[in-house]
């Protein structure tokens, strides 16, 4: 059973930057396509990156492309984002998602149901 553990959230000024981290307990010899999401209050969860663990293969939503980068440390069992020029809008509760695949790519990477497995979620609070 694979699970996700994420951390790193919390509050900064706009401009400013975080890491978000997502620890997972996934076999190393499966592929897996790995994602963070982000739920506003009010607003429904959201796809911001989404990566695949064998191909690297990556997707960016348009609204943190060339702000977000969505990376992985094998050895570590480790999913990142690095957030830099925060808005007021990034504002939101970030989940880890994760979903074993059989190709090099993640397919509706951006989608809820395309995942089996969530973390708790970070906070992420962005002031201006």
């Known amino acids: 059973q694979v699970q996700l553990v994420e951390s790193g959230g919390g509050s900064v000024q706009a401009g400013g930057s975080l890491r978000l981290s997502c620890a997972a307990s996934?076999?190393?010899?499966?592929?897996?396509?790995m994602a963070w999401f982000r739920q506003a209050p009010g607003k429904e969860r959201e796809g911001v990156a989404a990566l695949n663990t064998y191909s690297g293969w990556k997707y960016y939503d348009d609204s943190v492309a060339g702000r977000f980068t969505i990376s992985q440390d094998n050895a570590k069992k480790t999913l990142y984002l690095q957030m830099n020029s925060l808005k007021p809008e990034d504002t939101a509760m970030y989940f880890c998602a994760a979903v074993p695949v059989g190709t090099g790519r993640c397919y509706n990477p951006h989608t809820q149901s395309a995942y089996s497995t969530w973390g708790q979620g970070t906070q992420v609070t962005v002031s201006t």
């Open positions: 996934i076999y190393t010899d499966s592929t897996y396509c």
